[in-house]
C-alpha cells in the first residue's frame, strides 16, 4: 500500500453514536492532518500533528478528539455528532515545514 | 476581504481548448503556491506546486504566480475530458504547523 489511506471510506452514523476514522501514511512524513470539506466550502483545516504533538487544533468542537499513536497513523474518534458534521473528512501528512501536503481519499460521513 | 477568492465555476469548455483557472489572495506572507485537483469522490491530488513569482511548466500543465498582484493561475492546454475536476488552489505559510489555506475550488468540465 502506498500513498495515504483512510478507512472507512463511507461511514453511517446517528447522533449517539461513536465512532472511528482511521489513516495511515507510508511516505515517511512526519506530520499528519484532519481537514473537513462540505459542500461549497473551502477545506477547513481540523487537527495537526507535527512529530506526534497536536500542534493546531483549529476550534473544533469536542466531540471530535484527534489521535495520533506514531507518525504513521492518525485517528478520529467521533461522538454525539450533529447532522451538520455530515462531509468528508480529508486526512493528509507532509513533512514538518513543508508546504506540500499529500491527502488521503477521505471518509465520506453522513450524520442521520 | 477573503484570504483567498476563487471563482467556483462550473466551467465548461470543449475538448482541446486551454483553460485558465485563477485564484486572488491577500495574505502576503504566504511562501508556497499549490494547485490540487480533485475527483469526484476523491481526496484532493497535488497537481504543481512553486514557491515564487514566475511559471512552472509540467507536461500539459502550466502554473503562473504574480506575487506583485497577489495572483496565480493555472493554464491547461489541449485539455481532455479526464481533466473534468475540481480544481483547488492552496497557499501555505510555511513554519511549524504547515497550514494550508484553499480556495473554494472551480469546478471544470471538458466536453468530448
Known amino acids: 500500500e502506498t500513498g495515504v489511506t483512510q478507512t472507512p471510506r463511507h461511514l453511517v452514523m446517528g447522533m449517539t453514536n461513536k465512532k472511528s476514522l482511521k489513516c495511515e501514511q507510508h511516505?515517511?512524513?512526519?506530520?499528519m492532518y484532519w481537514y473537513k470539506q462540505s459542500a461549497k466550502k473551502p477545506l477547513e483545516l481540523m487537527f495537526v500533528?507535527?512529530?506526534?504533538?497536536?500542534?493546531e487544533n483549529n476550534s473544533v468542537p469536542s466531540r471530535f478528539s484527534p489521535e495520533c499513536p506514531n507518525s504513521s497513523h492518525l485517528f478520529l474518534h467521533l461522538h454525539t455528532l450533529q447532522p451538520e458534521d455530515s462531509a468528508l473528512y480529508l486526512c493528509?501528512?507532509?513533512?514538518?515545514?513543508?508546504?506540500?501536503?499529500?491527502f488521503g481519499p477521505g471518509t465520506r460521513l453522513t450524520v442521520l | 476581504q477573503k484570504e483567498v477568492e476563487q471563482d467556483p465555476g462550473p466551467l465548461s469548455v470543449p475538448e482541446g481548448a486551454i483553460v485558465s483557472l485563477n485564484c486572488t489572495y491577500s495574505?502576503?506572507?504566504?511562501?508556497?503556491f499549490m494547485w490540487y485537483r480533485q475527483y469526484s469522490r476523491k481526496g484532493p491530488e497535488l497537481l504543481m506546486y512553486?514557491?515564487?513569482?514566475g511559471n512552472k511548466e509540467d507536461g500539459r500543465f502550466t502554473a503562473q504566480v504574480d506575487k506583485s498582484s497577489k495572483y496565480i493561475s493555472l493554464f491547461i492546454r489541449d485539455s481532455q475530458p479526464s481533466d473534468s475536476a475540481t480544481y483547488l488552489c492552496?497557499?501555505?505559510?510555511?513554519?511549524?504547523?504547515?497550514?494550508?489555506?484553499f480556495g473554494t475550488g472551480t469546478l471544470l468540465a471538458v466536453q468530448p
Open positions: 500533528y507535527s512529530l506526534e504533538e497536536r500542534v
Open positions: 495574505n502576503s506572507a504566504f511562501q508556497y
Open positions: 492552496a497557499f501555505n505559510y510555511g513554519g511549524a504547523t504547515n497550514k494550508l489555506i
Open positions: 511516505l515517511g512524513h512526519n506530520a
Open positions: 512553486t514557491y515564487s513569482s
Open positions: 493528509a501528512s507532509s513533512q514538518p515545514d513543508r508546504g506540500i501536503q499529500y
